[in-house]
């Protein structure tokens, strides 16, 4: 069956949507459909894809405004009579076509301080208990497709903001080494409220709503940083230790 579908098509300097009718069968993905589209109507039409099986995180796209992996968005998913429209993600940089630039996710992830276990401890000397290794697990589901950080509107439509905010997909991995009994830095909860604009997100949950690994980012990882910082700041305990030892 032969379906309408529109495509965004241009570079850095500027682009159009472009319309393509195309044949879909029974089964297919978006991806699909992209392909059918280089294969027989546009060979010159640029997607970065790797998987086709939702674990590359290479193939985000925004499929009728919502971002979404193209390879995981059936086309069942649509009314048979219904334009499907794909763009490229919004909150980066356009390359060409649907690729765009996301470099901005690895530099905020080369701004978080790396995993520092105590000094002097070999290899074998300590044991992960379960408990310890399933609080985590969930975060290391993700697969960096940087649906959540596209998203986001605190950077989707303020390029301004980008600077101070490194987003949910960093502040999953604070919270993950946050969780982790050997790492040694105790200030993971302040650096990200100082340092990686975790006060920026008001917790409207987006990010979790995107996310095709569904990690409750907000429920597990942001809201406990950010409890986790209310409790050192306010607590009187903690605050009359700092007192003292800072003197
Ligand atoms: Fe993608 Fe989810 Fe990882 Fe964000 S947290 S980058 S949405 S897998
Ligand atoms: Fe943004 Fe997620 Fe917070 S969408 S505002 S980081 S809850
Ligand atoms: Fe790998 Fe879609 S191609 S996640």
Redesign the pocket.
């Known amino acids: 069956m032969s379906r309408h579908f529109r495509v965004w098509r241009g570079d850095s300097s500027g682009g159009e949507i472009r319309d393509y009718d195309v044949d879909v069968n029974d089964g297919e993905v978006v991806l699909d459909i992209i392909h059918r589209i280089q294969a027989t109507q546009a060979p010159d039409l640029a997607c970065r894809w790797n998987c086709k099986a939702g674990k590359c995180?290479s193939c985000s796209m925004e499929i009728n405004g919502k971002p979404r992996l193209g390879c995981m968005t059936r086309m069942s998913t649509f009314e048979e009579s219904e334009t499907v429209t794909i763009t490229p993600l919004r909150a980066f940089p356009v390359i060409r076509d649907l690729v765009t630039d996301v470099s901005f996710n690895y530099t905020k992830a080369r701004e978080t301080p790396a995993f520092s276990p105590p000094e002097g401890l070999a290899p074998g000397e300590y044991r992960m208990q379960q408990i310890d290794v399933e609080r985590s697990q969930e975060f290391r589901k993700?697969?960096?497709?940087?649906?959540?950080?596209n998203t986001c509107h605190v950077v989707r439509d303020h390029e301004e903001n980008k600077e101070a905010f490194s987003g949910?997909?960093s502040f999953?991995r604070a919270a993950e080494l946050d969780m982790h009994p050997l790492d040694a830095r105790s200030d993971r909860k302040e650096y990200a409220q100082a340092n990686q604009g975790l006060g920026y997100c008001n917790i409207t949950k987006c990010c979790s709503e995107?996310?095709?690994?569904h990690?409750k980012?907000t429920d597990n990882a942001i809201i406990p940083l950010k409890e986790r910082v209310v409790d050192r700041r306010y607590d009187p305990l903690v605050w009359l230790g700092r007192k003292i030892f800072r003197r």
């Open positions: 995180g993700c697969i960096e497709c940087f649906l959540c950080q949910p997909r999953i995107v996310c095709p690994e990690i980012i």
